[in-house]
């Protein structure tokens, strides 16, 4: 209840609960989808106790907040209803041109399943820590219940994926899981010499890929449509789910897996030719020095299906975690420089928060409440997230889990 009087405020200050179609959030930050933008007093909002910023782009209505997000999320979509939650927001139904939609449906459904990502990168660096401090041994079974964890996190990808997608597009989230489920069965899932109808299908291992789900989510949606013209209203209360099922699943095994894996192994050739030819040096470099101006236009996530896509299929990102874990460093030490040179005790209060939250990996109310303000600390960042990044890729540095604790990956 901590919050209530802010909740309130918030509401009324992007227009009252009519203006939103709905709010959801991510790591820090709220994101409204109004109906009308003009309508959000954005000058208010920023002199809000608690807000870092906003930012307003055709994706959404973005008020940056820090990590309490969770909290006050929850606590406004109960005060605006069950119509504006959140929980299919999407849809199809935002505007802008297709390619727009469909970033923005990709953007809002991979950030839900960072968390479970981040939590078994948790567990596997503890794990390791453990495991090289002798205080648990890599062969006991206390050590392997734990390990099944982080396993089963990446194994049931597609099935996290799958109830994410759904929400966004308006699908059942519980055939969606069906589906996935039924993909990453010991009938399906890698086996040799499949044929259906007479017609041999590709030996698939779609536990190691996510782009075959996105792309069976995408048709559920499609056949739904075309099943609800179909057939009559009187039995698609009984009829149309199974339906959907017995279409999804083939049209999935025959199209969408072989062109999902081809996505993602053309995705994985492209990242392996630059590397190759140029050096992951240059990407790793030119990401860690660019990571905070990406942050501050919101479109920080456009690399979560590249990096997610190495983490599937080769198992470890010879690129962004580490880029990422360089930058958020380098954004510590600037605010962290900031702290000893002011004399003003709320900047001090301020810049002390943003620090520890980039410590721990959470840099917006760094890049929102230091260094909009104050412009001359992204060149440091941009030096010293370039350097770090430019010495990880000469040295080959890798990571086989996306999680940054105290600065280590």
Not at 18 to 36: G, P
Not at 303 to 332: E, K, L, Q, R
Not at 344 to 363: C, I, N, P, Q, Y
Not at 367 to 379: A, M
Request: proline share 5%; glycine share 10%; aromatic share 12%.
């Amino acid at each position: 209840m901590a919050y209530k009087q802010f909740c309130a405020d918030m509401i009324e200050l992007v227009g009252g609960k009519d203006n939103i179609t709905s709010v959801t959030h991510c790591m820090t930050r709220l994101r409204f989808k109004l109906v009308d933008v003009e309508k959000a007093q954005t000058g208010a909002i920023k002199a809000l106790n608690g807000v870092v910023d906003v930012v307003s782009n055709p994706v959404a209505y973005q008020v940056i907040i820090g990590t309490q997000v969770s909290e006050i999320c929850p606590m406004i979509q109960s005060m605006i209803g069950n119509q504006a939650s959140g929980e299919a927001d999407s849809g199809g139904k935002a505007g802008g041109n297709p390619l727009g939609r469909a970033l923005t449906i990709l953007s809002e459904s991979m950030s839900p399943v960072i968390v479970p990502i981040m939590a078994a990168g948790l567990l596997a660096g503890i794990l390791s820590l453990l495991s090289l401090t002798g205080l648990v041994a890599a062969e006991s079974s206390t050590y392997q219940i734990f390990e099944s964890i982080r396993l089963s996190v990446f194994y049931f990808l597609p099935v996290l994926i799958a109830m994410s997608f759904a929400r966004q597009l308006d699908v059942n989230p519980y055939l969606a899981v069906t589906v996935a489920v039924t993909l990453l069965s010991t009938s399906i899932n890698g086996v040799e010499g499949l044929n259906l109808f007479g017609y041999t299908l590709p030996t698939i291992t779609y536990s190691n890929s996510f782009f075959p789900i996105i792309l069976a989510i995408i048709a559920m949606r499609y056949i739904g449509f075309a099943l609800e013209r179909i057939v009559p209203k009187a039995l698609q209360y009984f009829f149309n789910p199974v339906l959907l099922l017995v279409l999804t699943i083939p049209v999935t095994l025959v199209f969408f897996g072989p062109l999902g894996t081809m996505i993602s192994d053309v995705m994985n050739w492209f990242f392996q030719f630059v590397m190759t030819h140029v050096g992951s040096w240059a990407a790793v470099a030119i990401y860690a020095a660019c990571q905070p101006f990406l942050i501050t236009l919101g479109a920080g996530n456009f690399i979560i299906p590249i990096y997610m896509n190495f983490y599937a299929t080769m198992g470890y990102d010879p690129v962004f975690t580490a880029a990422w874990v360089i930058s958020d460093i380098a954004v510590c030490g600037a605010v962290v420089g900031c702290l000893f040179r002011t004399k003003d005790a709320h900047k001090r209060e301020l810049f002390g928060t943003a620090a520890f939250s980039a410590f721990m990996g959470v840099t917006e109310p760094a890049i929102y409440g230091v260094f909009v303000p104050n412009r001359r600390p992204y060149l440091a960042v941009v030096i010293g997230g370039g350097l770090g990044g430019l010495f990880a890729g000469l040295m080959g540095v890798i990571s086989y889990a996306p999680i940054t604790l105290f600065g280590l990956t």
